[in-house]
């Protein structure tokens, strides 16, 4: 009763706008920054309850990642750093769209009956509040703080400006009892990354003192704390542009979904740039892509999430590859730790090509960080990335326990061997590699260690295997959920026909690959496709376009 006037008070200071109907999509609530108060306000709500079921810490992220800079969004980091419970989304929804305070109250009262949550017996439930750079972000911060606070017995920590990885990142670590400010995230990361450096083989150890990595921030979080981790990292030179405290627009002709999905020269490059290694982050920092200028210093040569992918599974397999036993020495160790790989449709063929012609397993889900994530923690160890740069490394308890294992057996018989160091490498890898999201910092880290280990130049990882020519379209329409896909967005199964029709189309190209699927972001359904050259790859995209109009 108390509860309920309590809520029924704070909301009072939160009326919803008219007729804008939002949902929790895979990127949680995104919308213009202007119309989400009354959104945060009750997110906040929601990340209180959500608290109190689970005895954890939650963590409520503010941000519209790469989406210009008018917008805003909010998102929940759940007990383990990972996304919301999917279970929770429907709730997330009706939350955020009922307009009368009263059945708001109602909703509430419902659903923490329905879920059995502990309101009267509250010891303390605990949010931990982040954003990035937007300067919406701190009046919708105080939105979710009255809204945390409208819970008998909730509290918040505010941890300031983060990349989201940070604030996911700081959630696990929180909940499994780890040291957890950002202090101790940038120890982790340069710690693990300065271990990968010392791994490396005297042979390959080449003098790189002029070999730098210039990154464009998106004029976002990202490069300030770029800046922060440098120092800590040795002698990694780094050359940060577009960092939040430049005269430019957060996302505005820069960022990793700028240079991914245009594939030209984010603004503060040109041709000084020619031939240098470059890499993007996007606006919270959880996108990574790397590239290179290209002569005429208008275009790019991209390497996408997948090529960041590929690096990452040929490293890890290398790293297995070693650790396997010779059947003479030690015949009956029965433990072969499984490594999977996991990408959407949108990767690039050549890359699923490559992947597999390496022996791997690779297996497709649908779009959207939460598929991708929850079937690679299915192996022991599991990689995945988007295209689009956003990815990383899952390590299962049974592969870190039989590596700490490995560590100390070999340590004792044969410290300093290949062996030993390939299990040393895959430990400071799954502390290095953010375990809870997709995370630009530590993947730079990564790529930066392995391309340190492995003495390849950015060209030489590119040319890993060379991109099919590739097509993205969006058509508007009325109503994209009337288009259904299966088998992770490869097959239309609604409406009735057109998967045929794809096909039809599709068989007329060598090297065709199309797809079509509603985008969970926008009205439009996108359509891709792939061919053997570009005019081929274009007309194929646009007469499957011409279907679905
Ligand atoms: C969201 C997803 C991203 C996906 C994109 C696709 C998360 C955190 N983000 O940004 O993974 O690539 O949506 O957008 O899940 P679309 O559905 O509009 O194509
Ligand atoms: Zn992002």
């Not at 150890?205 to 990154?215: G, P, Y």
């Not at 497709?364 to 192996?379: C, N, R």
């Amino acid at each position: 009763q108390e509860q309920s006037s309590l809520v029924l008070q704070s909301s009072s200071n939160f009326s919803p706008p008219k007729g804008v109907k939002l949902s929790y999509g895979t990127a949680g609530f995104r919308a213009d920054a202007t119309l989400l108060k009354s959104t945060v306000h009750r997110v906040g709500i929601l990340a209180a309850l959500r608290s109190i079921q689970t005895k954890s810490v939650i963590g409520l992220m503010i941000t519209a990642s790469h989406n210009q800079v008018s917008d805003n969004g909010i998102k929940i980091a759940d007990p383990n750093g990972g996304m919301l419970s999917q279970l929770w989304e429907p709730f997330a929804d009706s939350l955020a769209n009922v307009a009368d305070p009263f059945e708001l109250v109602q909703l509430i009262s419902d659903f923490v009956s329905k879920e059995i949550i502990p309101l009267d017996n509250v010891r303390s439930a605990e949010i931990l509040l982040g954003r990035d750079t937007r300067p919406s972000g701190e009046y919708l911060l105080e939105a979710a703080k009255q809204g945390i606070s409208s819970i008998k017995g909730a509290i918040y920590h505010d941890m300031g400006i983060l990349t989201t990885p940070q604030l996911h990142w700081m959630v696990r670590a929180r909940n499994m009892g780890m040291n957890s400010t950002e202090h101790d995230y940038f120890q982790q990361l340069s710690h693990s990354y300065r271990c990968l450096v010392e791994l490396i083989p005297d042979e390959k150890k080449v003098s790189k003192s002029n070999d730098i990595v210039v990154v464009d921030g998106a004029n976002g979080v990202g490069g300030d704390k770029l800046e922060i981790l440098r120092e800590l990292c040795g002698d990694l030179s780094i050359e940060v542009r577009n960092s939040s405290k430049g005269e430019g627009v957060l996302n505005k002709g820069v960022g990793a979904d700028f240079v991914q999905k245009e594939k030209v020269v984010p603004s503060g490059f040109g041709r000084s740039d020619v031939g240098l290694r470059c890499a993007s982050f996007d606006g919270d920092a959880d996108r990574l892509v790397y590239f290179l200028v290209q002569p005429d210093s208008k275009l790019i040569d991209l390497v996408d999430g997948d090529k960041i992918l590929s690096l990452f599974a040929h490293f890890i397999k290398e790293q297995l590859d070693a650790l396997k036993d010779n059947e003479l020495e030690k015949p009956c160790d029965p433990y072969h730790p499984r490594l999977g790989i996991v990408q959407t449709a949108y990767a690039n063929g050549a890359s699923t090509a490559y992947l597999k012609n390496l022996g791997l397993d690779v297996v497709l889900t649908p779009t959207g960080v939460k598929y991708l994530h929850e079937k690679a923690s299915e192996y022991d160890i599991g990689i995945y990335f988007e295209a689009n740069g956003h990815g990383t490394i899952l390590f299962s308890d049974t592969v870190l326990s039989w590596l700490e294992d490995r560590n100390s057996e070999l340590s004792s018989a044969c410290t300093g061997s290949e062996k030993h160091k390939a299990a040393l490498r895959l430990l400071a890898v799954s502390k290095l590699i953010n375990q809870a999201v997709g995370d630009a910092l530590s993947g730079l880290l990564l790529v930066e260690a392995i391309l340190l280990h492995t003495g390849w130049s950015i060209q030489k990882w590119n040319e890993l295997y060379k991109d099919l020519p590739s097509r993205q379209l969006k058509v508007k329409v009325v109503d994209r959920t009337a288009v259904v896909t299966a088998k992770a967005e490869t097959v239309v199964v609604q409406p009735a026909g057109i998967q045929e029709a794809i096909d039809t189309a599709t068989a007329k190209y060598r090297h065709g690959r199309c797809f079509i699927r509603p985008s969970g972001t926008e009205d439009v359904i996108r359509v891709y496709a792939e061919a053997a050259t570009q005019e081929e790859t274009d007309s194929l995209a646009n007469s499957v376009a011409k279907l679905v109009d």
